[in-house]
Structure formats: C-alpha cells, structure tokens
C-alpha cells in the first residue's frame, strides 16, 4: 500500500465516522472473546489507532511491514510494536497469543488461506481471530484500487478460507449494514454514470459526520447480544471470528 495512505489515515481517523465506529464493534465483539490482559497481535496494525485501545485492555502487540507505519505507532506513545505482518512473522516466532486481530487486512494478500495458516500457528490451542474485510465484488470502487485490495467477499467465501486454514468459524457476519443500501447506491450509481470519484478519504461536513458515525455505530448493540448469535445479511463490511482448535 502506498505509504502515503498511512499519513493520510493518521490526519483523518480519529474524526472519521467510519474508522471511530469499526473500533468501536471491533473492541465489543473483542470483549465479549478476550478476557482482560489476554495476550493480543494486532496484524497489519497501521497507524495503530486500534492497537492504542487494545493495549488499555489487553497485553497487545502489533505487526506491521510499513516503517512508515511503525513511526505512526511510536508518535502515539506504542511500544509493543515491530515489523512483520501476516505473510512474515518471523519477528514473533515462538510467541503465542490468545487472540489474533487482521482488519482489513486480508483483502491485500496474494494468498489468504496461506497467511491464515501462519497466523493459527501463533495462536494458543481455543484462541481465536478476528478479521474485518470488505463485501461484495460489485461494490468495488476506485477506494479499493488506491488502497490496493486484491478483492471484496462474501460471506461463504470467507468462512470458506478461514475453514481451509484450520479454523472453526465461530461468527461470519456483515456489518456496516445500515449504510448499504445509500453505498450501493452511490457506487453503483457512480459506476452508471461515470461519475466515481478517485477513491480518497476525507472528513464528512461535522453534523453529517456525527449522523454516520452513530448509525454504524449502533451495530455493535447487535453484534454483541444474544452472545454473538446475531448477524446481518448484507452490509459494505464482513466481520469473522475463528478459533483454533483446543
């Protein structure tokens, strides 16, 4: 990914609605998986707007191959960070951890299944990982191609590679389900037209910005209850849960 990007996620995250409201779900679906101070890897960690909260909860280290993205992560105070990621974790060989987090990170890989493979093996015997990605191949939009993803899934596809990858699906859901009809509209409509735009990422007007945030926000209200039996059937996003075998 250009490392460009990364600056540009570091300015915008901590006001953009989308980024706010998946760490939001994100660290729900978390906690009702991981008991406080589990020993967590936060692969593909980024600018490390996620692994910052992780760490207040949990004993959390984080990956990333950017050097980039790992000046980010020392900006915000992060320590427990180096480089690697999911195809190259040589930087955490012989560790074990209780629980793997990949978000949005998979959709970059040439091979999924392979890296999943990688990633079981650093997993204590019950831990589990919990990956975001994007939906539906035919919400592809020029975001995808600057972010540099190989492709969107369904939700059988990728139950479908974290079953060949060893795991058992524990939870395959999508979410960011509020705003998918007013998305495919937009992309969609965009792709009709010719009127898509070139996929960069700014701040929503303030009240707009709000709105947003609380719509996809209120998910985690769902994705919570009835321990984790709730899901959506569509949505722009695809959450997972596998665990490696005991």
Not at 76 to 93: K, N, P
Not at 167 to 178: G, H, I, K
């Amino acid at each position: 990914m250009d490392v460009s990007l990364f600056r540009t996620f570091s300015e915008v995250e901590q006001h953009h609605w989308w980024f706010q409201a998946r760490r939001e779900i994100v660290l729900a679906v978390a906690e009702g998986l991981l008991p406080d101070r589990t020993r967590v890897l936060d692969v593909g960690c980024g600018t490390g707007y996620v692994l910052e909260r992780l760490q207040q909860r949990y004993e959390a280290f984080g990956l990333d191959v950017s050097p980039v993205a790992l000046e980010l992560c020392r900006d915000r105070g992060l320590g427990r960070i180096a480089r690697g990621g999911a195809e190259d974790l040589s930087s955490v060989a012989g560790s074990r951890f209780g629980g793997v987090f990949l978000l949005d990170v998979l959709e970059h890989l040439t091979d999924d299944v392979e890296a999943l493979v990688r990633l079981r093996e650093v997993l204590t015997p019950g831990g589990v990982v919990i990956i975001t990605v994007p939906a539906f191949m035919f919400l592809w939009s020029p975001h995808d191609e600057l972010n540099e993803h190989r492709r969107r899934y369904t939700r059988r596809e990728l139950s479908g590679v974290l079953t060949r990858a060893g795991f058992e699906v524990e939870r395959s859901t999508y979410f960011n389900a509020s705003l998918f009809p007013l998305a495919a509209v937009v992309r969609l409509g965009g792709r009709v037209l010719g009127t898509q735009g070139s996929g960069g990422l700014r701040v929503p007007p303030r009240p707009l910005n709000t709105a947003l945030r609380r719509i996809f926000a209120a998910e985690k209200r769902w994705l919570t209850r009835a321990k984790g039996t709730c899901s959506f059937p569509f949505g722009v996003s695809l959450l997972a849960v596998g665990r490696r075998a005991a």
